[in-house]
């Protein structure tokens, strides 16, 4: 006999492209086929009901339970609404979800149940429904995600849920909707060179999936704090201390992967956690919750402080794991980018390009967008050049840089290398060396200043810059 509240769980991203337009890459085609496998696991389990807890459904006060027995609505997703509309129909166990409000107001949280019609369902939500439980064959129950919740907060609300299914004496699939990192491309992209938006964040994702694909799931739940500050983690990672907290804080879990690709940039995946030993709820004390508040909160405080004293390290555990062969790496992205803000270029070429994860810029000249002006510079009648102020003009090469590199989302800060082309090396290398280095003092890319007997344009200075995105 199955005495386990949870007969199984699954980490699925909500992306809607995964939904509305999976057959315009491999990758998300790749994630749909896992969604399919994934429902048909899902119609061979016997439980009550599914459960969902989605990163997209953000609340600021507390929490907020779905209680419509039958909500329904078009949906469109406000970041991609050219993707089309969702219509969707859910099944609510209305039950559940008063209960499960009760557990959470138990402990002192402000709770609401929603009953009224057009609520609107999060994304997310939708995605992982009319994928996973198109028929509502199992009705659903769902919780926001509070967007200011920590840890300790975070782990209660989950384990709250395993209470309030213990009391209504039912057995639930448990379905948290995040993606893993969450970093998107902020350039047009092609979808079929759709990949993770940076090498960090993939090195993450893969560990992360190490440790679920070997059932690790309170060891990952460990990690979330530094996963989420190194790989942007989808609203903190914290759906992890949810999940964790519902299946009882342990790594009894037999974990498979079934997808992971990139959406967009974000790191999108499809794993599930079969328990193996039976997953039971954790009473709730209030005495010790206090104590484990208090603690965990002055804990909270004093390690942002400490990380803010000090530049970021690198991670401890080393993230040069072998990527498994059943997870694929995506091909790297390679598109041009033109920053309308920007001065035109003088030929065929664009303000920046992008490959992998390394922007490589045209050469950047002095001159203001949206006109040929050159700052610093004196003119004679037939525009010959009589005088020019190379510091003028030095601060202004920077200015464009900082400019095109903010629009392809980068800085500054991310430069690698600098090469600088000067007209005149022994006038003019003093002045711009004095300007560069207040502009560069604590970044220190490499540099290489070459002199050059004439550019394109009558400017006296011109950088080529390599930086990371």
């Known amino acids: 006999m199955n005495t386990s509240l949870i007969t199984k769980a699954y980490i699925v991203s909500g992306m809607p492209h995964i939904l509305l337009a999976p057959e315009r890459s491999a990758g998300w085609g790749r994630l749909r086929s896992a969604f399919e496998a994934i429902r048909a696991d899902i119609d061979r389990e016997e439980a009550d009901l599914i459960l969902y807890f989605s990163t997209q459904w953000l609340s600021i006060l507390g929490y907020t339970f779905q209680a419509d027995p039958r909500p329904e609505w078009v949906h469109v997703d406000q970041n991609w609404h ?159 201390w949810w999940l964790n907290g519902l299946l009882g804080q342990s790594n009894d879990f037999e974990g498979k992967v079934y997808a992971y690709e990139a959406v967009w940039g974000t790191g999108a995946t499809a794993v599930r956690l079969k328990p193996t030993h039976p997953v039971t709820a954790t009473p709730f004390d209030p005495v010790a919750a206090r104590e484990e508040g208090s603690q965990a909160d002055l804990v909270e405080a004093l390690t942002d402080f400490e990380r803010s004293s000090r530049p970021p390290s690198p991670p401890t555990t080393p993230l040069s794991v072998p990527p498994p062969s059943t997870l694929p790496a995506p091909p790297f992205p390679d598109f041009e980018i033109v920053n309308p803000g920007s001065a035109e270029p003088v030929g065929n070429y664009p303000h920046a390009r992008r490959y992998g994860d390394v922007l490589f810029l045209s050469g950047i000249g002095p001159r203001k967008p949206g006109s040929k002006e050159i700052p610093g510079v004196s003119f004679d009648a037939d525009r010959r050049v009589v005088a020019y102020d190379i510091r003028e003009q030095t601060r202004s090469v920077i200015e464009n840089v900082k400019t095109i590199l903010e629009h392809a989302g980068s800085s500054l800060e991310k430069v690698l290398d600098v090469q600088v082309f000067l007209t005149n090396m022994a006038r003019d290398f003093p002045g711009y060396n004095e300007v560069y280095n207040q502009a560069f003092a604590n970044i220190r890319p490499t540099r290489t200043t070459v002199e050059v007997g004439a550019l394109p344009t009558p400017i006296a200075v011109e950088f080529k810059v390599i930086a990371r995105p």
């Not at 009224?116 to 198109?134: E, R, S, W």
């Not at 993606?179 to 560990?207: A, G, M, Q, T």
């Open 82 to 240: 050219e993707l089309g509309s969702m219509p969707y129909q859910f099944t609510i166990d209305c039950d559940f979800a008063g209960a499960y409000a009760e557990a959470v107001a138990e402990m002192g949280y402000k709770t609401r149940l929603i009953n009224y019609k057009g609520f609107p369902i999060d994304t997310g939500t939708i995605v992982a429904q009319k994928l996973l439980n198109p028929q509502n064959r199992l009705p659903a129950a769902m919780v926001s995600c509070n967007m200011y919740s920590e840890k300790e907060e975070t782990t209660r609300l989950g384990q709250a849920a395993a209470r309030a299914l213990q009391r209504s004496g039912k057995k639930a699939i448990a379905v948290l909707v995040s993606s893993l990192s969450h970093r998107f491309h902020v350039e047009p992209l092609d979808p079929v060179h759709d990949r993770i938006s940076s090498r960090k964040d993939e090195e993450w994702n893969r560990k992360i999936l190490e440790m679920l694909a070997a059932g690790q799931v309170e060891n990952v739940a460990q990690t979330v704090r530094e996963f989420a500050r190194q790989a942007h983690g989808d609203q903190k990672f914290k759906g992890m």
